[in-house]
């Protein structure tokens, strides 16, 4: 097969995994597993995952100058990035947190800007205005059922989960740069999962398995196998083939193939205030990247 279109591939089944993801884990959430609890899950299982992977590995070791830098993606990039994500995936809809993901890009533009990677033009100042309007719109949504100020909680936590995100890349492309993937990656999670241990432990314990239907079991496994695992290979063998920019730009077929599998498992429904914040992002992070687009979420 060829290469290129190998990667296209890659891409786009890595984002389809991203994109169903939101149903399937909005699905198991609440009422079976708690988000601090499905956390501590997640991160258990994708550390053991990366870890039995890096056996098959020549094996790095860590310089000990590098290992703050590690302490802190394991913050930013595991236990706040994932806390925040699947407690506002509980408090709003898969379509709103998919739309608010398409923000990363921008955002990591503007911590790019103060960590001095990155430099500003009229258009990308425009993007990021108007990515970040369609934001607040979609947040400040008068239609939510949050009365709190008509603020939708769920869809801040998921902004503030892709701040997270945003800061972790920055973080972590040194490490990138100088070590294997996989060896960045298996510390990493082995970090977030001390983190994250003592939020999630109690709400695990409380996790009742035997009276489980057999669907959320395979969302589970769907969620700590295809999203957390499989995903990130498929995304990282792209980019062996293809353009950080080419990557990019498939971020934009999330909120259209999240809508499509949450329409068709009954967990959402599209109005248009999502349509109008999902253009105003999309036109923004468009716009912001257009001299220079960021990687997608890899």
């Given at each position: 097969?060829?290469?290129?279109?190998?990667?296209?591939?890659?891409?786009?089944?890595?984002?389809?995994?991203?994109?169903?993801n939101?149903?399937?884990?909005?699905?198991?959430?609440?009422?079976h597993?708690?988000?601090?609890?499905?956390?501590?899950?997640?991160?258990?299982?994708?550390?053991?995952?990366?870890?039995?992977t890096?056996?098959?590995?020549?094996?790095?070791?860590?310089?000990?100058?590098d290992?703050?830098?590690?302490f802190?993606?394991?913050?930013?990039?595991?236990?706040?990035?994932?806390?925040?994500?699947?407690?506002?995936?509980?408090l709003?809809?898969p379509?709103?947190?998919?739309?608010?993901?398409?923000c990363?890009?921008?955002?990591?533009?503007?911590?790019?800007?103060?960590?001095?990677?990155?430099?500003?033009?009229?258009?990308?100042?425009?993007?990021?205005?108007?990515?970040?309007?369609g934001?607040?719109?979609?947040?400040?949504?008068?239609?939510?059922?949050?009365?709190?100020s008509?603020?939708?909680?769920?869809?801040?936590?998921?902004?503030?989960?892709?701040?997270?995100w945003?800061?972790?890349?920055i973080?972590?492309?040194?490490?990138?740069?100088?070590?294997?993937?996989?060896?960045?990656?298996?510390?990493?999670?082995?970090?977030?999962?001390?983190?994250?241990?003592?939020f999630?432990?109690?709400?695990?314990?409380?996790?009742?398995?035997?009276?489980?239907?057999?669907?959320?079991y395979y969302?589970?496994?769907?969620?700590?196998?295809?999203?957390?695992?499989?995903?990130?290979?498929?995304?990282?063998?792209?980019?062996?083939?293809?353009?950080?920019?080419?990557?990019?730009?498939?971020i934009?077929?999330?909120?259209l193939?999240?809508?499509?599998?949450?329409?068709?498992?009954?967990?959402?429904?599209?109005?248009?205030?999502?349509?109008?914040?999902?253009?105003?992002?999309?036109?923004?992070?468009?716009?912001?990247?257009k001299?220079?687009?960021i990687?997608?979420?890899?």
């Amino acid at each position: 097969m060829n290469k290129s279109l190998a990667g296209h591939l890659s891409l786009f089944g890595a984002n389809l995994i991203y994109s169903i993801n939101y149903s399937v884990a909005k699905d198991v959430l609440g009422s079976h597993i708690q988000s601090s609890g499905f956390i501590l899950l997640r991160a258990c299982c994708g550390m053991m995952l990366y870890w039995i992977t890096s056996l098959f590995m020549r094996q790095e070791k860590i310089a000990k100058e590098d290992r703050l830098r590690l302490f802190f993606c394991g913050i930013f990039g595991v236990a706040a990035n994932q806390l925040m994500f699947f407690k506002g995936l509980s408090l709003t809809s898969p379509i709103n947190a998919s739309i608010m993901m398409v923000c990363t890009p921008i955002l990591v533009l503007i911590m790019g800007y103060f960590s001095m990677t990155e430099k500003f033009s009229l258009l990308r100042v425009a993007g990021i205005i108007t990515g970040l309007a369609g934001a607040v719109f979609l947040i400040l949504n008068p239609n939510s059922n949050n009365t709190l100020s008509y603020v939708n909680w769920g869809d801040l936590l998921v902004l503030l989960n892709a701040c997270s995100w945003g800061l972790y890349l920055i973080i972590v492309k040194p490490l990138m740069q100088k070590y294997h993937t996989i060896t960045v990656i298996k510390w990493v999670f082995l970090t977030g999962f001390i983190i994250v241990l003592p939020f999630g432990y109690g709400e695990l314990q409380m996790v009742d398995w035997r009276s489980m239907p057999v669907k959320i079991y395979y969302e589970v496994l769907f969620v700590i196998i295809g999203t957390t695992y499989f995903a990130y290979i498929l995304n990282t063998y792209s980019l062996k083939n293809l353009s950080a920019s080419v990557a990019g730009t498939y971020i934009y077929s999330q909120p259209l193939m999240t809508a499509l599998f949450a329409i068709m498992m009954g967990t959402d429904q599209i109005d248009y205030i999502k349509i109008v914040a999902s253009l105003m992002i999309c036109c923004g992070v468009y716009m912001a990247g257009k001299s220079n687009p960021i990687a997608a979420k890899t």
